[in-house]
């Protein structure tokens, strides 16, 4: 009897192995708040439209940020707050550091790839190209946590994806050297890294980017702190020099709000195809342009809205022809 019911156990616990995460999410402690933070290393902003949500600073190094830029935050550096991060994060990038590889993956991720709950490990230097998916498979708590034994760089538009009730608070990302996120990139969940961090021009960061070592240098960027909700797939953020694009996925239209009126004759759209190749452009006269999307045959495209030939924001667009 007793064997018959180990037996049923086990093929309960297999029949529910794909949903379950192996694995442990590191301890932030005090850098759980920060959006950027680097324990020994220089911290520089170059561009006005950078847009931070969360706390930043460093410990060691020269620190020079907002202004220019905007945090919603707080500014720690050279603190009782820094030193004790220093140590957090070291300790938080050896507990990723010692866990055990679920499954080991090529150096080159992305290209629409799809991934579900694990611990990943790649051996060497990694570069992230067009879309990584992440599929939590309905489990809102699934854990992904990638092991990089050296740098990890994306390109152009490349872009993590959440989807099935995946979160931004169980993706991490532990980097054995420099993390650099390509220009208008989208990238999704908290990079421990053992380098410097770079975010290109108009790169987008949902999550945090702390450094054990390593120079922080920012160009534009938006980057905010995981909340405790879950992400779609196609996350929006929003200021004072943005826009809203909906429907979207969309069909034959889609329209263009934008959220500050005062901006109308000053912003341009341009769409690309995932080539990198110009479909369309528009000049966004109206606080709403409606767009006629019957040409844009089904497939991901990315955008990029220009004010005066600088990109104030970019992302990425779902026809569905």
């Not at 200021?239 to 109308?264: C, E, G, Q, R, Y």
């Amino acid at each position: 009897m007793k064997t018959k019911l180990l037996i049923s156990l086990s093929v309960i616990f297999l029949f529910f192995m794909p949903n379950f995460s192996f694995g442990q999410a590191p301890n932030l402690g005090t850098t759980a708040s920060f959006a950027l933070y680097t324990a020994d290393g220089g911290f520089t902003n170059i561009g006005n439209d950078t847009y931070v949500i969360g706390n930043v600073g460093n410990h060691v190094g020269e620190f020079s940020a907002f202004a220019p830029g905007t945090l919603v935050g707080e500014k720690h550096v050279k603190d009782a707050v820094s030193t004790t991060a220093a140590t957090d994060v070291l300790t938080a990038y050896s507990d990723l550091f010692s866990l055990n590889c679920g499954l080991v993956l090529d150096t080159l991720l992305g290209t629409n790839q799809v991934l579900t709950p694990n611990v990943y490990c790649i051996g060497s230097a990694s570069t992230l190209k067009g879309d990584l998916i992440l599929d939590a498979q309905g489990n809102p708590d699934a854990l992904f946590i990638f092991k990089i034994n050296g740098a990890l760089s994306t390109s152009t538009f490349a872009n993590v994806v959440l989807t099935n009730q995946a979160s931004l608070k169980n993706v991490y990302w532990q980097v054995g050297g420099a993390f650099s996120l390509g220009d208008s990139s989208v990238f999704r969940g908290t990079v421990i890294a053992d380098g410097a961090i770079n975010l290109l021009e108009a790169s987008s960061l949902f999550g945090r980017a702390l450094s054990t070592a390593g120079a922080i240098s920012l160009h534009n960027n938006k980057v905010t702190v995981p909340a405790n909700g879950v992400s779609t797939g196609v996350a929006t953020f929003s200021n004072a020099h943005s826009v809203s694009i909906s429907p979207n996925p969309f069909n034959t239209f889609t329209t263009i709000k934008l959220n500050d009126a005062s901006k109308s004759n000053n912003y341009k759209l341009k769409i690309y195809n995932i080539l990198g190749s110009e479909v369309m452009q528009s000049n966004l006269s109206k606080q709403l342009t409606t767009l006629n999307t019957s040409n844009l045959h089904s497939g991901i495209y990315f955008y990029k809205v220009m004010e005066n030939n600088k990109v104030v924001q970019s992302g990425k667009l779902i026809s569905k022809q």
